[in-house]
């Protein structure tokens, strides 16, 4: 099961796509955004090579045993982030993005790993596919990926009963 902790409300990523909207040229508020629509990991945002980008997709290199994965991104967020100054992967620490998010996150009790989740739950909302869950997540074993279909299943059949 997933604690609210470990996600953000329809609220809170309302919140936080309003506070990131203007900062279009922060490449921080870049990569929580991307974070947000990809469901990458920290570690794999921060390796990111500019050649990973498309206008519409990116190629996630999976890590901690994860497979490599091409995602749709909108195509205002990859153009961005393609326009960035410097060298791909951009010098950012993942403390540094750390830290950014700490100032910028909508509740300050979620991780920035809170992101991942918070993709993964609205993934499967939509699509009710939790194969598509896996892929997006770049999951080997489905059994990693099912604690979200537990989740909004678990969830959704406890509204309808107070309701």
């Not at 993942?94 to 979620?110: E, G, Q, T």
Request: proline share 4%; net charge positive.
């Amino acid at each position: 099961m997933i604690s609210h902790r470990k996600y953000l409300t329809d609220v809170e990523i309302n919140q936080l796509k309003k506070d990131l909207s203007d900062m279009k040229d922060n490449k921080y508020a870049l990569f929580i955004y991307f974070a947000l629509c990809t469901g990458a990991r920290l570690s794999e945002i921060t390796i990111l090579k500019k050649e990973d980008f498309t206008a519409d997709t990116v190629v996630v290199k999976g890590l901690k045993g994860s497979n490599i994965r091409e995602l749709p991104v909108p195509r205002w967020l990859s153009t961005n982030i393609r326009k960035l100054e410097g060298e791909f992967p951009l010098k950012m620490s993942k403390d540094s993005v750390k830290r950014y998010w700490h100032f910028y996150r909508p509740n300050p009790d979620k991780p920035f790993h809170c992101l991942r989740h918070t993709f993964a739950i609205q993934l499967y909302k939509k699509s009710k596919d939790i194969r598509l869950v896996k892929y997006a997540l770049g999951h080997k074993s489905i059994r990693n990926t099912m604690i979200y279909q537990d989740y909004t299943y678990q969830v959704h059949e406890l509204k309808s009963f107070l309701t």
